[in-house]
């Protein structure tokens, strides 16, 4: 049997394959994980749907395969073989003969539904057309569409074994970009291309919150959670972003529509050793603090591992990035799509501050909020920055959050 | 000696198309020509065989003329000034070949061209050997007419497209071996021009590889005027004698002797590429000899290009002009490819026969589900008020998408109909969109519209099926 890269749902239309667990003439047993994917969110490990022998690997690591693209053939030796294999044969041999003739067959830009400017514009920009999904009738590929892609064409030189103008040698490493730097290189990219990126910074008295975490520290410790500050900042969004929507919400173009989302997924980017991954709390409205304590440490247990799968990282509406822990004043975060918007927290240090006319020592930190532009102004982000700073600084309306 | 950024060596439809592009976008360009510019194409091919069918059309029309009301007599064709003209139209485009080359500042070489390095070849002119030094070498060196073994060329009785040509009048029997299109050309052309002509195929049908339909008409309309058509055929023997040959063909039915006054083979065609000396640089070729090349014309040797015949078939001058293109482009660092869609066809017989796209059985073959739709000629004001009822537009489309899969044409003008329905493809356009597309009265392409809309499930000037 045939066997293709089955529809990992939200949306993923293909995924990179990162490592084969069989190899050709390999016996396997259904369930059993044959390839690892990267798709454009986590690594998913997918098992045979059948037993039977590895007839045939179709994709090799590193290679990008789509959704319903066959990967692998099984030969299962099942009865219902005869109408497939007689099916198959024609179709397998010109493809054979093809490759023996023609090396590089032509190009599959022809199979694609778009006009021959369309074509040639994709070539222009480097766009590989194949991969575009194109908006118009019947999946037609339009010129905006190619505009809008970040989806790279591989180096055209693609038969002609000419050196690589960056050759490596003594001085220098060359290292594949694949798998999650890929995807993290494409997805960031694709972002500060798309949408019209602002980041507001704004500081807030931490003074309140750091001796309320004190207080909650021993109850949690009995709950076996580690309680950092960053369930306290999730509870205090929720009452910002109820209140200024737009911030939670996802821009469709193409639609023409903003979804206003009315639950409130919190990604957490979470630094691994593979490289940047944003395991998702999700309900954080529903939860208090040592629920989302303990979801928060379990997940990023998860991500240090390897271990997340999909739902872990799917879905979420707004995203924070805590880079408090390594140091910095602030930075720009780059927003996590399809979203709006995405909370950079920082260092929280002693600082002198001016009170009531009064030079004191304040715990203090400095939030960065980058925004889209396309979907909510400037004022608006700051007052939703306020709202924010006026909820963790006045610890009766945290208290009334968190618990 | 010679340096250039671009070496092309031939200077047929490809060559000098590859010449002109390259020389336009600012690359030192020399094309080397062994025998004529513009090619098999413009002096054996394409264009003097355009001329002479162009006059056997005529006469045949003088032929029918008092149908028409039209009185003529004493017509008769004078071959000695028809061979002139010809080759004066030849000529003529020859030297538009030569002006355009020059004035684009490209170097013409005459003479045959022999790869020495990678970047270096040798050229054999009258005055001597001219070397070229060039960063980017363009194979475009075509192909050359395949003999049938038993059925040598000998230039009088047995004789190619090419000397087929320059005959000084029309044999009065001729023998064609092979169907294909060139065969058919001269088939019908000849027999306008009064010979009695029989055609050996060796497959099942005319045109192997069209649409059956298509080449029905074509045979009918050859057989009703006296051809014979004998498919699943081959020369078994030929016997020559002074002045005519004895052909023995084997046929389903057993052998049949015809005698003949030329015996034009036209079995098709094999690369020409061993003058070149490909092997001294490497350059891959698969088993029937043709050069193996990616969709940017490249081959595995870096710098050094293949475009037209020599790469294969689908052998069309208009192809290989396209890939001209596309070779200089690449060459000056432009993101060009070959990434058209479809190539059209077009074989000047009577009614000529034109195609682009699959045909029925392609498109079944590929998993599309067909829907299929034609329009007969005979049911279109033009056509008939222009005396020629003959033929149909059939286009084939996709049942679910109506996305226009491909076109047949046979009948009047199909190669100047068949533009339409390339773009169609093209562009992606669906038997909606050319059937709501206008289209004047009364033309002919009428009737690509009218089996558009009849795809479209509404034809307006035939009954629905």
């Known amino acids: 049997m045939d066997f293709k890269l089955p529809d990992l749902g939200e949306g993923i239309t293909e995924g990179e394959v990162l490592k084969w667990m069989v190899k050709e003439g390999d016996q396997i047993k259904e369930d059993q994980p044959i390839v690892e994917v990267m798709t454009d969110k986590v690594n998913v490990q997918i098992p045979s749907p059948r037993s039977g022998r590895v007839s045939k690997v179709l994709v090799k690591e590193g290679d990008v395969a789509k959704v319903g693209q066959t990967i692998l053939v099984i030969d299962d030796g099942a009865a219902g073989a005869p109408t497939a294999t007689m099916a198959t044969p024609p179709k397998q041999i010109p493809a054979q003969a093809a ?53 790279k064409a591989a180096p055209q030189e693609a038969t002609v074994q000419e050196p690589h103008l960056t050759s490596g040698g003594p001085k220098e490493e060359l290292v594949p970009l694949r798998g999650l730097r890929r995807t993290i290189s494409d997805r960031m990219v694709k972002s500060l291309r798309t949408t019209a990126q602002v980041t507001h910074v704004d500081e807030a008295d931490m003074t309140e919150l750091v001796l309320l975490r004190e207080a909650f520290r021993g109850s949690a410790e009995k709950r076996g959670v580690r309680l950092t500050y960053l369930p306290f900042i999730i509870k205090a969004l929720v009452p910002a972003l109820k209140e200024f929507p737009y911030v939670n919400s996802s821009l469709d173009e193409h639609a023409g529509n903003i979804a206003l989302k009315k639950y409130y997924n919190i990604g957490i980017a979470t630094d691994t050793a593979q490289g940047l991954v944003v395991p998702v709390v999700k309900d954080v409205d529903r939860k208090d603090i040592f629920e989302l304590a303990g979801e928060i440490t379990n997940l990023s247990e998860k991500a240090r591992t390897g271990q997340l799968g999909l739902d872990d990282v799917r879905g979420s509406t707004f995203t924070i990035t805590n880079v408090g822990a390594i140091g910095g004043l602030f930075a720009t975060p780059i927003i996590n799509l399809p979203e709006a918007a995405i909370l950079g927290l920082h260092k929280i240090a002693k600082r002198p501050v001016v009170r009531d006319g009064k030079i004191e020592v304040r715990d203090t930190t400095y939030l960065s909020l980058s925004f889209d532009h396309r979907v909510m102004d400037g004022a608006y982000a700051a007052r939703f920055t306020s709202r924010l700073i006026e909820t963790i600084q006045d610890t009766k309306k945290l208290l009334a959050e968190v618990l | 000696m010679l340096e250039a950024d671009v070496a092309i060596i ?129 194979i475009a060196t075509g192909t050359r007419t395949s003999a049938l073994p038993g059925l040598e060329f000998d230039g009088d009785l047995v004789i190619s497209s090419k000397e087929g040509l320059e005959l000084k009048g029309a044999p009065s029997r001729l023998v064609i071996v092979g169907g294909g299109a060139i065969g058919l050309e001269f088939a019908s052309m000849f027999q306008k021009l009064g010979s009695q002509v029989t055609v050996v195929e060796i497959m099942d049908q005319l045109l192997p590889g069209s649409d059956p339909e298509v080449v029905r008409v074509v045979q009918r309309k050859l057989e009703a005027r006296g051809a014979k058509v004998h498919l699943k055929s081959k020369v078994a023997r030929i016997a020559k004698k002074s002045s005519e040959a004895e052909v023995e063909v084997e046929t389903p039915e057993g052998r049949v002797v015809i005698t003949a006054d030329k015996v034009l083979v036209s079995v098709g065609r094999k690369p020409r590429t061993e003058k070149l000396n490909l092997a001294a640089i490497g350059v891959q070729t698969d088993p029937r000899g043709y050069v193996i090349t990616n969709e940017r014309m490249q081959t595995n040797v870096s710098g050094v290009y293949a475009i037209g015949d020599v790469r294969g078939p689908p052998l069309l001058a208009h192809k290989a002009s396209k890939e ?132 479209a499930g509404h034809p307006i000037h035939q009954l629905r099926t």
Not at chain 2, 59 to 85: H, P, T
Not at chain 2, 89 to 110: A, C, I, M, Q, W
Not at chain 2, 408 to 432: F, H, R
């Open chain 2, 324 to 455: 001209g293109i596309v070779a200089a482009e690449c060459i000056a660092g432009l993101p060009s490819a070959a990434d058209w869609k479809v190539v059209p066809e077009a074989v000047f017989c009577d009614p000529e026969v034109a195609s682009v796209g699959l045909t029925e059985a392609k498109a079944v073959e590929a998993g599309y589900k067909v829907k299929r739709s034609r329009f007969q000629f005979a049911a279109l004001g033009r056509a008939l008020s222009a005396g020629e009822p003959e033929g149909f537009v059939k286009v084939v489309s996709s049942e679910e998408s109506g996305l226009v899969l491909g076109v047949q044409i046979v009948g009047p003008e199909a190669s100047n109909l068949i533009s339409e329905a390339a773009l169609a493809i093209e562009m992606g356009a669906t038997v909606d969109d050319i059937a709501l597309t206008v289209h004047p009265h009364p033309t002919l392409p009428e009737a690509i519209m009218e089996a558009s809309e009849s795809a």
């Open chain 1, 99 to 151: 490759v023996q003739v023609q090396p590089a067959p032509p190009t599959a830009a022809q199979s694609v539904l778009a006009t021959p400017a369309t074509r040639k514009l994709a070539r222009e920009l480097g766009v590989d057309i194949t991969r575009v999904r194109g908006s118009g009738p019947q999946g037609r590929v339009t010129d905006d569409d190619i505009r809008k892609s970040d989806l």
């Open chain 2, 10 to 138: 031939g200077g047929g439809p490809g060559g000098y198309v590859c010449g002109i592009r390259s020389a336009q976008l600012g690359l030192r360009t020399v094309v080397i020509e062994a025998d004529r510019l513009g090619g098999e194409c413009l002096n054996y091919g394409c264009i003097p065989s355009k001329s002479l069918i162009t006059v056997s059309k005529l006469v045949d029309k003088i032929k029918e003329a008092e149908k028409f009301g039209l009185r003529a007599s004493g017509v008769s064709v004078d071959f000695i000034q028809l061979q002139k003209w010809k080759s004066e139209v030849v000529s003529k485009l020859v030297s538009g070949v030569e002006g355009l080359l020059r004035g684009y500042h490209t170097t013409v070489v005459s003479g045959v061209a022999e790869v020495v390095s990678k970047d270096r070849l040798v050229v054999a002119t009258s005055q001597g050997n001219e070397e070229v030094l060039f960063k980017n070498l363009v």
